[in-house]
């Protein structure tokens, strides 16, 4: 069965630095997403991206984060400066329709 | 703006006792409901979804969820657990209208006893 498939599983990084969480989404889907969850909280809805724009943020999603699809697979949550708060796990998930079905297994970061 | 309230945050069942963890949600017109769960360090798989039709919705692994309208409710079911069922559950909630966004519940932990 096709999967979402995020990359690294595990990344570790210094406070105020530039990070990249990588996701391939499953081929077909047309409608990619982030969400977030703080250990030991809920799950956050981040952005949702369609047609090659973001469709709907949330107001986690400041401008310290942006998301790409460079390359029509892959797609990246990337984090401009971080701070300790953004110490999470972040799932990427992709559908077919307008709910998101499918998550990968997601990027644990953690903010030193 | 729509919520999702999981009042049990831990629950601990017996191995082939019958499970109901609860779920209720805030929205005005009618929304996708949705049912995820979580083992540890893995990522989030859906059990079951209601868009609309039959309120009594069939899942993976032997899951059911009924829509109650009246009690703003999706309570899932399982009527035999297995110690392979402990994990994390995510009741969901996304607006039809803009259905994008999905915003999910605190979660309930599961942990079954042999």
């Known amino acids: 069965e096709p999967e979402v498939t995020q990359t690294p599983s595990h990344q570790v990084t210094q406070m105020g630095q530039e990070v990249i969480l990588r996701c391939v989404p499953i081929?077909?889907?047309?409608?990619f997403y982030w969400y977030r969850q703080i250990l030991g909280q809920k799950v956050e809805f981040l952005v949702s991206?369609?047609?090659?724009?973001?469709?709907?943020k949330s107001e986690i999603f400041d401008d310290q984060f942006s998301v790409e699809r460079p390359d029509g697979s892959n797609f990246t949550l990337k984090i401009r400066s971080t701070k300790l708060e953004d110490s999470a796990m972040y799932f990427c998930?992709?559908?077919?329709?307008?709910?998101?079905?499918?998550f990968g297994n997601g990027t644990r970061l953690t903010v030193t | 703006a729509q919520s999702v309230t999981q009042p049990d945050i831990h629950i601990t069942v017996s191995e082939g006792a019958s499970l109901e963890l609860r779920c209720n949600y805030s929205?005005?017109?009618?929304?996708?409901l949705f049912w995820y769960v979580q083992s540890p360090g893995q990522g989030l798989q859906l059990l079951l979804k209601?868009?609309?039709?039959?309120?009594l919705v069939q899942g993976i692994k032997g899951f059911e969820a009924e829509f109650k309208r009246s009690q703003s409710s999706f309570n899932l079911r399982k009527p035999s657990v297995h110690w392979s069922d402990a994990a994390e559950y995510f009741c969901?909630?996304?607006?039809?209208?803009?259905?994008?966004?999905?915003?999910f519940g605190p979660g309930t932990s599961l942990s079954v006893i042999p």
């Open positions: 991206f369609y047609n090659n724009e973001i469709s709907e």
């Open positions: 969901a909630v996304g607006e039809k209208t803009s259905y994008d966004k999905v915003i």
């Open positions: 998930a992709s559908s077919p329709d307008l709910s998101p079905l499918h």
């Open positions: 209601y868009f609309s039709g039959d309120t």
């Open positions: 081929s077909n889907h047309l409608y």
């Open positions: 929205y005005g017109a009618t929304p996708y």
